[in-house]
């Protein structure tokens, strides 16, 4: 069979380095790399956009909408770690482990946009639960999420890196203060939210992990559900997924760091609570499950291939 070409427009990139980290040895696919000193030359994108089985957009979201314009191909497979199109008509959105009609509607696109990292938190842990019935759709649901400083790119790793940064760096960052975060949108269209979350982002001084927890009142939830019966909703949901899973209950520490799957594709979520208030919190790395670790798992659906590959 031939191999499948790929071809990762922003390859220099933060996400498009990685994901080359984790395809660019595999001899199950063909590289199609675009010389160094023409990648951002619009011709030459064009040719390598068209002549590409899958087409990875590793770009700002200025720059993949003009991608997808210049791809001509009605062949090629678009996956889109950009922000442009995770809540556009036409475009199916990358979180396979939504349900097993998500993972077939992947494996059929030719348009797969690929989860922002702060909603890849959030929605692991309340879409389950809403697709359940236990919370409900107006719930007014608060959300905070960690970050390290490579979620900001290249611009934001030189800057937490730079020489004679400011001493506030030293610090974790809350941001994202006019309450509307570009993750939002999509939080709430795939939850089947009736509102978005109050949503607060923190970018702390390391380099890659995030911890992203949603606060829940038991009573609010419906038939007022104990902790173990939410941890066991989302374990039903997640049982057998091989790079989602829920940590069992009390089995965590007592303290979650952010950066506990750091280097991995995993993502783990980790249920706690009183039987008055439950947290649920999701550990990942935004560059692996977050970004590239995603991206790499919707092409391999979309290859027809185990989604794992090249991964675990
Ligand atoms: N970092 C993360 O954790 C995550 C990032 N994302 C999203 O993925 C996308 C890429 O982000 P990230 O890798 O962090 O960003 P970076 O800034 O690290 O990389 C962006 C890349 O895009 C290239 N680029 C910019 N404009 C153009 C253009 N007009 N033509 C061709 N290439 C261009 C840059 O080229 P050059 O090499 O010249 O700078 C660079 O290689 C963004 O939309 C981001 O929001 C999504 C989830 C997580
Ligand atoms: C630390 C930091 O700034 N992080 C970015 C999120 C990175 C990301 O996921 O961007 P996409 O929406 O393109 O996926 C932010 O909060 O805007």
């Known amino acids: 069979m031939a191999k499948a070409k790929v071809y990762i427009d922003g390859q220099s990139g933060t996400t498009g380095l990685q994901i080359f980290?984790?395809?660019?040895?595999?001899?199950?696919?063909?590289?199609?790399?675009?010389?160094?000193?023409?990648r951002h030359d619009i011709g030459e994108r064009r040719c390598f956009l068209n002549e590409a089985d899958v087409v990875f957009l590793c770009l700002p979201d200025d720059a993949a909408r003009e991608a997808v314009s210049l791809i001509e191909n009605p062949d090629v497979r678009v996956i889109d770690a950009s922000t442009a199109h995770r809540t556009a008509d036409g475009w199916t959105y990358g979180f396979p482990e939504l349900s097993s009609a998500q993972r077939a509607a992947i494996a059929a696109s030719r348009h797969i946009a690929n989860p922002g990292c702060h909603a890849t938190g959030?929605?692991?842990?309340?879409?389950?639960?809403?697709?359940?019935?236990?919370?409900?759709?107006?719930?007014?649901?608060?959300?905070?999420?960690?970050?390290?400083?490579?979620?900001?790119?290249?611009?934001?790793i030189a800057a937490y890196e730079q020489e004679g940064r400011p001493a506030s760096f030293d610090a974790p960052g809350i941001y994202g203060l006019t309450l509307a975060h570009k993750h939002l949108p999509e939080m709430q269209k795939v939850c089947g939210l009736s509102d978005e979350p109050v949503f607060l982002p923190v970018v702390d001084d390391y380099y890659k992990g995030m911890a992203t927890t949603v606060m829940l009142r038991n009573e609010l939830l419906s038939g007022s559900p104990s902790t173990a019966e939410v941890h066991a909703c989302l374990a039903d949901h997640y049982a057998g997924h091989r790079l989602v899973s829920v940590v069992p209950l009390g089995q965590n520490g007592p303290t979650l760091y952010a950066n506990e799957l750091a280097g991995t594709n995993e993502l783990r979520i980790v249920v706690c609570g009183n039987d008055r208030q439950t947290t649920v919190t999701a550990l990942f790395d935004n560059l692996g499950k977050g970004a590239s670790g995603a991206a790499v798992q919707n092409?391999?659906?979309?290859?027809?291939?185990d989604e794992t590959t090249g991964l675990i």
């Open 21 to 38: 980290e984790r395809i660019g040895a595999r001899d199950d696919l063909e590289l199609l790399r675009i010389p160094n000193e023409r």
């Open 122 to 156: 959030f929605i692991s842990c309340v879409a389950p639960l809403v697709q359940a019935g236990t919370l409900p759709t107006d719930y007014p649901l608060t959300c905070f999420s960690l970050t390290g400083y490579s979620g900001g790119g290249k611009r934001m």
């Open 299 to 305: 092409m391999n659906i979309a290859l027809g291939l």
